[in-house]
């Protein structure tokens, strides 16, 4: 199977493939009900290395659904079921979606422009941030991969580096220095991320927007209520960026289990900090046997993981590569998505229903509208480890979420 040398695309295959462990849920956001059954194919070989699997490595079939996901599943809005065609060198989709970096000249703006700029996808590419971006596009421009980039620098440029723009990726504000939390960033990320939202209600409101500033466990809902506030809120179009502890979580278990790092998937649910990020190690694709001293090694590294690049970079800053590269990932999925492809499953923090809490990180599957489905049968049958880890993070999750609405409501902090 060949793949595009150019893009990032093999997100859904990795859901999809480990979607195929039995018959999970699907929580629909239009129909409740809503099964989903998936068949992988034998995993592939990888041909080009994108840093991510092949898509040949999984086909979907036995599609199980009732009422609109029945219809919109069986007959994506783009019809395009064949991704071999889609990916073959040669015959890669036409670039067509517009695409803004909001903090674009940051440590994660820079190297996730350039993955960005690598995706054939993409027709333009809006730099955007408060320091002078004008370097980064000169740069950048030089690259000759189809998409066209644009400088906008300071609040003045703001709306014209929106203006119908499809997808809006935020890395903007400040990242955590040694013994800092995420939510020590609270204060002034806060504001910013409002301020930038305001700023998409009135530019692009039917963007699908990608949340990076941390706390996201707080950042997401201030977004939610801003978009209300300006009554274009769609809950299948905002995300928090949680990938990053999904592809942690794939590279520490491949690495302890000496597996093939491409054929390696674990979801990631619960949020982005600390304790509230749980990646579900008994589902790991492939099935992988843990000792419970492993199991808890691994948890706490991969929560800890953001911290052990803090450490590492004393006072430089937090991770900036590997989260440019788990952003454009998620990034390109939800232009796979807008295409038509009807395979694309990513974990993300989003608004939900499958626990008390209002805002959840699972599986959930993008399409051309957006979020289409939370897959919410990856918190059924856990491992007693795995529901008291989920029982324990609820309440911090809970104040986090409670944080950033408040703010967003009042202008004002609620202590937590
Ligand atoms: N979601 C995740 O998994 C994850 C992982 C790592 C870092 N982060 C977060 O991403 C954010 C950015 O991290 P970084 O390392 O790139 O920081 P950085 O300081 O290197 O870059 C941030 C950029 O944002 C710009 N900026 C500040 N205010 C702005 C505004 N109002 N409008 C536009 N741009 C503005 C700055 O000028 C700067 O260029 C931090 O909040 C960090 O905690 C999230």
């Known amino acids: 199977m060949a793949t595009s040398s150019l893009a990032l695309h093999n997100v859904s295959c990795f859901s999809a493939e480990h979607v195929n462990a039995g018959t999970p849920r699907i929580q629909s956001s239009r129909a409740a009900g809503v099964f989903l059954s998936v068949k992988s194919s034998q995993s592939v070989p990888l041909n080009s290395f994108c840093g991510l699997k092949s898509v040949g490595a999984c086909t979907s079939t036995n599609l199980h659904l009732e009422g609109d996901s029945l219809a919109l599943l069986r007959s994506p809005p783009g019809g395009v079921r064949d991704l071999e065609r889609m990916f073959t060198p040669g015959q890669a989709r036409a670039a067509a979606y517009k695409v803004a970096v909001l903090g674009a000249a940051g440590g994660i703006g820079q190297p996730l422009s350039l993955l960005i700029k690598m995706s054939p996808l993409v027709s333009d590419l809006h730099l955007y941030d408060i320091a002078n971006v004008k370097g980064v596009v000169a740069d950048l421009s030089h690259c000759n991969t189809p998409a066209k980039v644009a400088a906008f620098t300071g609040a003045g440029e703001l ?140 948890t706490v590294r991969i929560q800890n993981a953001g911290t052990e690049v803090v450490e590492a970079k004393a006072g430089a800053g937090s991770a900036t590569l590997s989260m440019a590269y788990a952003a454009a990932r998620f990034a390109e999925s939800c232009m796979r998505a807008l295409d038509g492809d009807p395979d694309v499953y990513e974990c993300a923090y989003v608004q939900s229903e499958v626990t008390e809490l209002p805002f959840f990180a699972t599986r959930v599957k993008l399409g051309k509208k957006g979020l289409e489905a939370i897959v919410s049968g990856d918190l059924t049958g856990l491992t007693d480890y795995e529901q008291n880890a989920l029982e324990a993070l609820k309440s911090e999750l809970k104040g986090s979420i409670e944080k950033g609405v408040s703010f967003a409501s009042n202008g004002a902090t609620v202590a937590v």
């Open 159 to 298: 709306a014209a580096a929106l203006k119908d723009v499809d997808v809006v990726v935020i890395p903007a504000g400040v990242p955590r220095k040694p013994g800092m939390t995420r939510d020590d960033l609270f204060n002034i990320n806060a504001g910013i991320v409002r301020t930038l939202i305001e700023a998409v209600a009135d530019n692009c409101p039917n963007a699908m927007i990608n949340i990076i500033s941390n706390p996201v466990n707080s950042t997401v809902p201030i977004a939610a209520e801003v978009l209300k506030a300006k009554g274009v809120y769609d809950p299948s179009k905002l995300f928090g960026v949680t990938t990053l502890d999904v592809v942690r979580a794939n590279t520490f278990v491949a690495e302890k289990k000496n597996l093939r790092l491409i054929d390696v998937d674990v979801p990631v649910i619960g949020g982005h900090a600390g304790i509230t990020i749980l990646p579900l190690l008994s589902k790991t694709r492939p099935t992988v046997d843990f000792t419970p001293e492993e199991i808890e090694e691994l």
